[in-house]
């Protein structure tokens, strides 16, 4: 189970085959217990235990195993390796589970970086935005995005495809419940503070070097730009994000 571990951390064909993701910190550890995300396995070093972490797995009956700290920072993806792991059920629902909840919701397609993954997931917690598909791009289960989203991949509801699913087809799952499109592009579209939406919007954002293949933005209702200053070719995807998802908060009035 120990060697297990660490093949969960680096591996996403072990995470699939096994349904298990790996969550490192004693603070994450904690926000998926709090969460409701179904524990498998906690690991602690012998020689750096968490007072809080202790408490929360003692108040929810969660066994956990102490190992040297040999073993333990060979476990961790970490470079300065924090005082828990945990291996933690999957969690992500069914494209219709999270189409039929009918509230904004954030598109990310092809988005490869797992630093602007998790910061976008981050971003849509804090600007009221639950529901997240994601489209391609990396695996969301990398302990990279678990740890850059700061805990909002624990409480927001999200669902994957592969890059091979049908435009077409998602396109007819979003029309069929009444979402409204809107793409980001680097050019040719309306400044995000233009584009009057309602609650039931998807925002497809896409690969930081490429964008939105054509027929994506062709097959939107909108097009949203960040106006920028010609000597900055492009934004990063997660400000990009930032932004428009900020616009779109403002627009519906919350």
Do not use: W
Not at 92 to 107: A, H, R, W, Y
Not at 201 to 229: F, H, M, Q, Y
């Amino acid at each position: 189970n120990i060697r297990r571990m660490r093949r969960l951390a680096r591996d996403a064909q072990v995470r699939d085959s096994e349904g298990l993701f790996v969550v490192e910190g004693p603070r994450l550890v904690q926000e998926a217990i709090e969460a409701g995300l179904k524990i498998d396995q906690v690991i602690l070093p012998e020689d750096e235990l968490d007072d809080a972490l202790l408490m929360v797995l003692s108040q929810e009956k969660i066994h956990f195993n102490l190992v040297p700290r040999k073993i333990f920072d060979g476990l961790t993806t970490l470079r300065n390796p924090q005082a828990a792991i945990a291996a933690v059920r999957k969690h992500d629902l069914g494209l219709t589970s999270v189409i039929e909840k009918k509230e904004t919701m954030l598109i990310l397609l092809g988005v490869a970086d797992p630093g602007n993954c998790g910061n976008l997931i981050r971003t849509s917690e804090a600007f009221g935005v639950s529901t997240i598909l994601f489209y391609g791009g990396v695996d969301p289960y990398n302990p990279k995005v678990v740890r850059s989203s700061a805990g909002s991949f624990f409480r927001v509801s999200f669902s994957i495809l592969p890059e091979s699913f049908s435009y077409t087809l998602l396109f007819e799952e979003l029309n069929s419940y009444g979402y409204r499109t809107i793409a980001t592009a680097s050019s040719g579209g309306l400044p995000p503070e233009d584009v009057l939406i309602d609650k039931q919007v998807a925002l497809i954002l896409g690969n930081e070097p490429r964008g939105l293949p054509e027929e994506i933005e062709d097959s939107c209702d909108k097009t949203i730009t960040i106006p920028i200053e010609k000597s900055v070719e492009s934004l990063n995807v997660a400000t990009a994000g930032a932004i428009a998802l900020y616009a779109i908060r403002r627009s519906i009035g919350v």
